[in-house]
């Protein structure tokens, strides 16, 4: 019988398997440059905020809510940053105001505004808001239940109409939020639905925004008669804040004694411009902060003021 004769001969079969190898490091190579850019772009800094941790050095004690009171002259503009990375805005200045407000956006590389409250309707206030809903996307937009009858307010209410940000009412109350940062409690405590208000300021938004310990409580330009009210109705312990923003830019008219008792902040931020129409602020007030030794920073003197929360203790950074 006849041996049978191998198909292939040794030769020719190590020639085969050195071309496979060679297909198979080629087909390598095709498919190891043909995986798509999954890199993320490069995260844009500020040089007020902090570069990124390394994911081994994330802890709870690297987690801010920081909040930045912008210089824009006579008004109240403020930006809020929470700890998971949700961003609010709360008031946009006078209408000049938007260019100083943009520029520090960008520089943040805030490209949406989870939350933005107009604190209530007057110029110095929502100045700026009309250009901040034309040009950033927004997660929902406070107000309270107040109107104003002026062009620039009613072109501001087409323009959320126009760019569909849902519109939510600010009602202060014992169970009242918004839904923000995930590790911040917002609470609202003014204005109140069964109170009213013969004034505009009165009716301005009231809230304390809480992480852990550090809280900082927004006033817009309450007066006196807004917080005895908010007072009246909700627990004391409901306005104890780290950081306190002044009432009315400083007007003897807000910041009461019996408010700035009950919030008993650790510092006081005015925001207001230099030299201006109404004498802010106004001496009682200054002297008020002096006389409970609560530092305060004014907005004309130390241009932005940034505040670091850090869930127990706090630090203050200005630009002058
Ligand atoms: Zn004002």
């Not at 709360?90 to 938007?98: I, K, R």
Request: glycine share 6%.
């Amino acid at each position: 019988m006849a041996k049978k004769k191998p198909f292939l001969n040794k030769k020719a079969r190590a020639v085969i398997a050195l071309l496979l190898v060679a297909l198979l490091i080629l087909a390598l190579d095709y498919f190891m440059e043909e995986q798509p850019e999954t890199a993320a772009p490069a995260e844009i800094l500020s040089p007020l905020s902090s570069p990124s941790p390394s994911p081994e050095a994330v802890s709870a004690k690297e987690e801010y809510l920081d909040v930045y009171v912008l210089d824009v002259g006579q008004g109240d503009s403020i930006f809020i940053k929470g700890p998971s990375g949700a961003t609010m805005l709360v008031d946009a200045g006078e209408s000049g105001a938007f260019k100083i407000i943009d520029a520090f956006l960008q520089v943040q590389g805030v490209k949406k505004l989870d939350v933005v409250i107009g604190s209530h309707p007057h110029a110095d206030h929502i100045g700026g808001m009309q250009k901040v809903v034309a040009n950033y996307k927004i997660g929902a937009y406070y107000m309270p239940d107040a109107v104003n009858n002026t062009r620039m307010f009613e072109n501001l209410l087409d323009e959320l109409e126009k760019r569909k940000v849902p519109v939510k009412k600010a009602v202060g109350g014992k169970a009242s939020y918004i839904k923000w940062d995930k590790n911040v409690e917002v609470r609202l405590l003014s204005p109140l639905a069964d109170v009213k208000y013969n004034n505009l300021n009165d009716a301005s938004v009231i809230c304390n925004i809480r992480f852990g310990d550090t809280s900082v409580l927004l006033t817009g330009d309450a007066e006196a008669y807004a917080e005895r009210a908010a007072l009246m109705e909700l627990p004391e312990a409901y306005f104890k804040a780290t950081v306190l923003k002044v009432g009315h830019h400083g007007s003897s008219s807000s910041t009461s004694a019996a408010f700035l008792e009950a919030v008993s902040p650790e510092v006081a931020i005015i925001s207001l411009g230099a030299n201006n129409d109404y004498g802010h602020p106004h001496k009682e007030i200054i002297s008020a902060l002096k006389r409970a030794k609560i530092p305060y920073y004014r907005t004309d003197e130390s241009g932005l003021v940034h505040i670091r929360l850090d869930g127990s203790s706090f630090t203050v950074e200005t630009e002058k």
